[in-house]
């Protein structure tokens, strides 16, 4: 059965709410977290998700414990999640929380998955989310809300600051300035001034380039988002400027794709480490990427004998400057037939709270779904974003088929198979990794 | 001891029984623990037992499945993979234990289940594409002694977190014939482990027990272990160095053992790890916080808090008592400050209030014996003397002792010599020990260098207070007083001189000897009860030698005598040794004279201002000698009224006058300009002793002061050095250095008593003088009353009678004196039976006297050339303008002390005659031919 999932909220709300993610909120703080039970009850609750290592997450189970000290909550990792998290969710041990992803959202393959899932907006559960920046909630074609979002992520780039200071130059903001400082830095000796993962995926650095710019066109033009999400060939002309832009990068010679597929072997541990050798001006990556930056400084002996400052800023491909879309980068979902619901729900209830998801994404260094966007330093960059730059996943109204199309067109254009014609042309028909 | 010092050492005790405890206590809890972690590792390796026991039975299940499809191939009656499952399914008990039959070598890992998926119950084929758990597979073994066991995975099939034991089958591929191998997998829910795990919660209950296998990843884990992987969990929250790192890795891999490791809220927990035997590539982790292991801690905690409590309570407790006592204790102190300020006001208030009078009756004292005659009330006046000095002795002590208690008593080292100091110690005690007839033997070391440096003064007074003391507790025998000296080593400019003082006194009881340094405490006070003092004595000598380094001994020996001892170091000026001191002092005592005059200052003018009329009359008698014009006031604003008036060369003020005091009266001095006194000094008159007196009047602005009663030589000295030069002329026979020799005949003679005759005569020299024209004239006198009383002439023998008792009395015959004075009062009387009976004798004795005197005439011849200085001729006239005016009133004793201040001095040969006749005509009492023979009418 295949459901879809529409937009609930209008452009013009949703402008609105924007204006209230990117600014600081101005909403009296949450209260503090009041148990609903006695304080003795003894309970086990399991989350499971695909993550392998989930520290913010244990690190809430602590603070939780202190509300129920006789609770024994544990992260269990699912081998192949997004086949087994269906079964998983009926067998005799179902986990109680289980991770989501936005993309799973009008796959039919997770429909029993969904089906399982305790709608979060029912009234009755009193389910306070109101934390949570609306623009990011995912509802149901019935309105129900069944998913959560704990972190989000962005489309960027790190850049290696200590260079810019060195070479006395500021980062650039929009693309011409990108061409100019990328001219000056080859004229430096640095070979390729922009680097990334010349990979399918959504971390590649095609994607965190120009799917900005796409998403932001896409939702500029929200009358044929359908016929985008549906494939249809004619949609296809919707891509041609982010298409033009990126080939008109690549050829720049701000980037050399080739050197780029040489050394950065996979889309998460290899930019962050090719990164760290520190001769890399700009790396493309996501904010999911930048995440891991942190837990890998130790592991990187360049960085560790020669450690440098660095940012995260959104890549310059307009005209006029780049495009912040924060997109949703995990969510959690409630196993409606967990043998614990009750206390699960309470779990959930302490964990959507400004304070614990600001705690988490601190930890995780994602972005808060919060709506006071406590960016840490990494981020501070994304704070001088203007607004009408900024925008959620969920307004481009892009459903998951539509975004892999693009990406299959990126990629082909940006390592030469296809040009962007024959990419715009054979929207929907384009092969994918 | 101070209240915080108690309070301390409390703290002290309590804090070392307190940490005796707390030390016992860790260490019956290190104990505890250490028993704790044993019986805990032992526990865990019970465990490892158990959980390998089960293991074992689940890789032995899984053993006969894959023998049975093994051993109907090995019998060439191979089952397919579809029968090989169905046997499985059907020899399987446990629902949720699965079989999964896989064929590694298939592009998708897949296989066979005995169950089917649980989200499409038609769906037997399982896939382990995307489940990475066979990197080992090359290590699967065949052998049925070996666990072949999968790490935790998820199901695929069922999503249920899952181990799977594992052994090879060889199955009869449908397809193609022939036979293949296949990975016969025994899939048992994790949670069937962790099961097995739940008993051991009665013995720990906070035990939590982990798998891991070889890189640490956790196959099961408690709920405080986080991460998933053992070793990065350790890493996040326990510091250690890349090594130590390794080594925990090592370890737990590698053996069994116990350790201490941090968890995520940083406590202290124990971990317990041991390898499971039979398949090395797992190690079973024992968790547990290190407080549970202590079980008897808390009794030990118990016990350290009550003993805390109990100190604490017994500490406010003390503290409670302590405050109440300190209360009283410093409101008996506050009161004892108060008596102590009132003691303090009332010795200076007695000081003056005592020395006041005291000025008045030493000073009308003094008159008395300078200008009474008659010997008795000379003797009374020498007793009040005695006994107002022995006054002002003991009033002096309470002051001395005051100072010394406020510690304003200071060490004051001067130059002084030796021998001076001396004759004044034995002047003061010499005569009062032969007044109570003890012998006063004196020992001095000649070798005592002459000038030493020293608080003369406090060494004075020190050995005065012994010597007195001896002499006042010895009724009979004999006091010795001591000195000798001996080099100091180190020190070759001082001496140590040693003072001893030895008395055949009353001696001190042993028990007494304790009390002999306590102020105020008189020994054997009801035997001593006659005897004069303070009990202050041996507190201010032993309080003086302690300021100087030393100390009083004292040897006695009740009944029989006391020695009082000290040796003082002394620094030396003069090295030249006294010599025979003892000789000196038996010499000068001959030598000894009376109270004259230092100077006359007729042109000089002073001032005294006192509120009490008699203390002005004391003063005005005191200077009369020196003919100074002296005016007096009785309050301040009279003497302010003088000040602007006349010109004044010294100004004395009294301190405390009412009205307007000494101060006040100054202060309004000061201020005045016009006035021809701008440049007078100005001194205080005080009864005021006692310490810091100086301080106050110099600051007050006076130049000087002087304490009551005013001794009369320091009035004097005062004078001397406050009077302009120009005004103060030597007095007529003020020569102090009085050396002339008397003839020691003189001293053995009983008639008369040498000391009276030279206290009349002023001098030696003038002594002799007066003796010879007694004896010039003693036949002629004897004569004439003789010759007077034979005719019956009463009234003029009783003339004669009365001149010879005034001329004995001048030379010292006091009993030939009394004896004229005698049959004078019975001739006034008309009593002629007296006078006919004794007069003879008088005559007699007065004759018997000349003879004894007739050596004088031989001495005569002897005589060197007369070496008295030569009278100056204005001086001369100047006494014979005042004997003149002495004449017109009457004033006979005066006239006769400036007769004899005369014989101190040559005469010019011109005025030799007059001088001579008027000498004779005092001697003959004839005062009233003294004016013709001054105006030039020889009689």
Known sequence: ?433 | MKRRAVIIINLLIMGFILFFIFRYANSKAEESRSNGIVAFEQMTTTTNQIIVNYLEDEQHLCDIWANYVNSSAQDGNPMTADEAISYIRKVKISPEIEGHLIFPESPEMSGISTTASVSDPGEFNVSYKRISIFDNLENVSSDTDVVNLTRAYTNPMSGVQSIAFLNYVTVLDRESGSLKKGLLMRVVPLSTLEQKLVFLKGEYENVEISLVDQEGNYVVHGKSFKNKNFFEYYKSYNESTAEEYENVIREITGGTGTMTIKNVKGEDCILAYTPLETMKTWSLLAYIPADDLVTSRSIDWLLLGIASCGFAALLIFNSIVLMSYNLKLSEAAQQANQANEAKSYFLSTMSHDIRTPMNAILGLNEMVLRESLDENVRMYSENIRTAGNTLLGIINDILDFSKIEAGKMEIINVDYSFVSLLNDLVNMVQKKAEDKGLSFNLDVDRNIPTVLNGDEVRIKQIIINVLSNAVKYTKQGSVTFSLNSRRIEDKPDSIMLRVSVQDTGIGIKPEDMDRLFVAFERIDEKSNRNIEGTGLGMTIVQRFLAMMGSSLEVKSEYGRGSVFSFEIEQKVIKWDPVGNYEEAFYRSLKERVNYHEKFTAPHARVLVVDDTPVNLTVFTNLLKQTALQIDTAESGDECIALFTQKHYDVIFLDHMMPDKDGIETLREMKAIDETPNKDTPVICLTANAVSGMREIYTKAGFDDYLTKPIDAERLEMMLLQYLPKGKVAPALGSDDSDDYALPDFLFNLKEIDVGSGLTHCGSGESYVLTLKMYLDSAEKNAEEIEKYWAAGDIKNTTIKVHALKSTSRVIGALELGEFAARLEKAGDCGDVETLDKELGELISQYRQLAVDLEPLREQDGEEKEDSRPLIDDGDLKEIYSSLSEFCENYDFDSVVNLVEALNKYRIPEDEATRVDAIKKAVDNYDYEMIPGILSGEMG
């Open chain 1, 1 to 433: 059965m295949k459901k879809t999932f529409g937009r609930i909220l209008s452009l013009s709300l949703a402008a609105m709410l924007l204006l209230q993610g990117c600014g600081k909120s101005e909403k009296e703080p949450a209260e503090g977290f009041v148990p609903r039970y006695d304080k003795d009850t003894e309970f086990s609750l399991t989350v499971a998700g695909s993550y392998s290592n989930f520290e913010s997450l244990e690190a809430e189970f602590e603070r939780f414990y202190e509300y129920y000290p006789e609770a024994s909550l544990e992260y269990v990792t699912m081998d192949d999640y997004d086949n087994v998290i269906s079964s998983a969710l009926i067998n005799s041990e179902p986990p109680d929380i289980f991770t989501t992803n936005t993309w799973m959202v009008g796959n039919e393959k997770y429909d029993s998955m969904f089906d399982a899932c305790e709608v979060l907006s029912d009234p009755e559960l009193d389910m306070d989310y109101s934390c949570i920046r609306e623009s990011l909630i995912w509802s149901m074609d019935s309105g129900d809300v069944v998913m959560l979002p704990i972190f989000t992520s962005s489309f960027g780039m790190l850049v290696n600051m200590d260079i810019f200071e060195k070479e006395g130059l500021e980062v650039p903001t929009d693309f011409d300035e990108l061409l100019r400082v990328c001219g000056k830095l080859k004229s430096a000796g640095y070979e390729s001034p922009v680097m990334g993962a010349d990979k399918f995926s959504g971390p590649g650095l095609f994607n965190c380039f120009v799917y900005p710019m796409f998403a932001y066109n896409v939702m500029e033009n929200s009358d044929k988002a359908d016929a985008l999400n549906n494939l249809e060939a004619s949609a296809g002309e919707l891509m041609r400027p982010s298409l033009e832009r990126l080939y008109e990068f690549v050829n720049s010679g701000c980037i050399d794709v080739e050197k780029c597929r040489e050394e950065i072997t996979d889309d998460y541990d290899s930019v962050i480490m090719r990164f760290f050798e520190g001769d890399v001006p700009m790396m493309f990556a996501t904010g999911d990427v930048a995440s891991g930056t942190a837990k890998r400084e130790s592991k990187s002996g360049a960085f560790s004998a020669h450690p440098f400052k660095y940012r995260f800023f959104v890549a310059p491909s307009g005209d006029d400057g780049g495009y912040f879309i924060n997109s949703t980068s995990l969510c959690f979902s409630v196993n409606k037939n967990s043998r614990n619901i009750e206390m699960t729900n309470e779990f959930m209830r302490f964990l959507l709270r400004r304070e614990e998801l600001g705690n988490m994404a601190g930890l995780k260094r994602l972005i808060t779904p919060t709506e006071d966007l406590s960016f840490d330093e990494l981020y501070s960059s994304l704070a001088d974003i203007p607004s009408d730059r900024c925008f959620s996943d969920k307004e481009t109204g892009l459903m998951d088929p539509a975004v892999r199309q693009f990406r299959a067109a990126i990629y082909a254009v940006g390592n030469g198979d296809m040009t962007v014609d024959e990419a715009v042309a054979a929207y929907g028909s384009i092969p994918e990794e």
